[in-house]
Structures are given as structure tokens and as C-alpha cells.
């Protein structure tokens, strides 16, 4: 063991590589794109930086709008009206030398080339999950998708091979989602201008990193199998099996 004063404290890293099994050589070299530079992107952004990830794209083709101020470490007042991921590239890779962020500015529809290791999905509506979901499969790409609203949310991590957003959705989860949260509140999941706030982002948010570190790090059998969902009303989390649908086209051939 080296006791060396200090020797420790000069490696940036050096309290994460304690983690067994945390391989930080292929967490800094992994290709990830996070689809989304809102609030679960900004979160994720941050995460992703400091925990070491150097080759990150986001991409989002709106603006900064004041309501998203309460929730966005990476945009300030003077941001307001820019677009989103120009400006959460740049705070994030100002975050750790070597972060090379880069935006792209289009919606997830729009992205042609599609050779990331790992996909983050920070999206507010159903349909860009899905198309990203669909991308993800056909190129065997690790997606982690995450949710908000409100005080409730959720992470599913889509492996090549295993269930995805498509054979879950609208299905049996949803409806034990809203059994299990039915004392928190109606309203529906992923629509726009839903309650929101920085707690249940940040710990989404979180949860995706963490996937994307056991993914980077080789270590998939880590990985959520299920979805995990989280109400931070009563600070409760709980699983919902998830299986392929036989119908679902992002199976077949
Ligand atoms: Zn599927």
C-alpha cells in the first residue's frame, strides 16, 4: 500500500477506481450520445463529465426558456433563448480537461450516424423514446432511457437482445405503475409542461450515469434487468419485470 501524504489525492480519479468494478480507461474512450440537453440531459451531461466519460454528443434543437432555470446546472439567465445543446457542450466540456463534448443540433429523428457504445435517453415525449429505442436495437447500441414527472420516474436499460421502450410501453407496466403510484396523483407520464423538479431529475439522471458506467466498464450483468421506478414522494422504488413482446418489430429478423 502506498502511504505516501497525498500521492492519492492527486489522481482525479482515484476514489472512483476503488469501485471494483469501475474501468475508467474504457469509460473515458466509450462513445455516448445523450438524446435530450433538458433537464435529465443536463443532470446526466454533469454526471457523465465528472465521472470521467470524455467522448459525449448531445443533441436537442431547442432553446433555453426561463422555466427550465430551476433545473439545468449548465445554463444561466443569460442563456435564455440560445439553443440548448450549443450551450450544454460547452459548460460540460469546460467540466474536466479532455471532455469533448459536442452538439448537435437536430432533433434525435435527424441523426444519421449512429456509432455510440452506450445511449442515454433524456426525452420528453414518447415518440422520440421510441425512435431512439428502435435505433438503438438496430445497431445492438446499450440505451438507457430515462423519465420524470414530478416527484415520479423511472430508468430502463434496453440491452442488444433483451426487451425494449417498444415491448414495454403501454403495457403491463404502465398499468402497475399507475396501480403503484395511484395515491401520488393522476395526471399521465411524458406529456408536455408536466410538474418537474430537480430532485427526481437529479436521482434519474444519476441512475442512467450509473448504467453507463457498468456498460463502459464491460459489466452489463450489473445492469438494471427490469424498470426500475421511483416515487420521491415517499422515497420508494420498486421494479416491474420486463419481457420481449413477440410482436414488437424491433425483434424480428
Ligand atoms: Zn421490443
Redesign the pocket.
Same mark, same amino acid.
Given at each position: 500500500m502506498d502511504l505516501a501524504v497525498g500521492s492519492a489525492d492527486g489522481d482525479r480519479y482515484d476514489r472512483q477506481k476503488r469501485i471494483w468494478w469501475m474501468d475508467m480507461d474504457a469509460v473515458s474512450s466509450a462513445r455516448v450520445l445523450v438524446a435530450g440537453a433538458g433537464a435529465l440531459g443536463n443532470e446526466a451531461l454533469k454526471d457523465l463529465v465528472l465521472a470521467g466519460f470524455r467522448r459525449i454528443d448531445v443533441a436537442d434543437m431547442d432553446a433555453v426558456e426561463v422555466s427550465n432555470l430551476s433545473r439545468c446546472a449548465l445554463f444561466t439567465d443569460a442563456d435564455v433563448g440560445r439553443s440548448k445543446c450549443l450551450v450544454a457542450a460547452s459548460r460540460a466540456s469546460a467540466m474536466a480537461p479532455g471532455a469533448d463534448v459536442r452538439p448537435l443540433e437536430s432533433s434525435v429523428q435527424d441523426i444519421d450516424v449512429w456509432d455510440y457504445d452506450i445511449a442515454l435517453g433524456c426525452l420528453d415525449n414518447i415518440a422520440a423514446r421510441l425512435h431512439v429505442n428502435a435505433y438503438c436495437?438496430h445497431h445492438r447500441i446499450p440505451y438507457v432511457d430515462g423519465g420524470t414527472d414530478g416527484m415520479r420516474g423511472k430508468v430502463q436499460t434496453v440491452l442488444p437482445g433483451g426487451? @425494449? #421502450?417498444? @415491448?414495454t410501453v403501454n403495457r403491463t407496466h404502465v398499468r402497475e405503475m399507475e396501480r403503484r403510484f395511484s395515491c401520488t396523483g393522476g395526471g399521465s407520464m411524458y406529456v408536455p409542461r408536466m410538474a418537474s423538479d430537480i430532485t427526481t431529475t437529479a436521482v434519474i439522471a444519476a441512475m442512467q450515469v450509473r448504467e453507463a458506467l457498468k456498460i463502459a466498464s464491460g459489466r452489463r450483468d450489473l445492469c438494471i434487468s427490469n424498470i426500475t421506478y421511483y416515487d420521491g414522494s415517499l422515497c420508494e422504488m420498486f421494479n416491474a419485470a420486463a419481457d #420481449?413482446?413477440p410482436g @414488437?418489430p424491433?425483434?424480428t429478423g
Open positions: 436495437m426487451p @425494449c #421502450i417498444q @415491448c #420481449i413482446d @414488437c424491433n425483434h
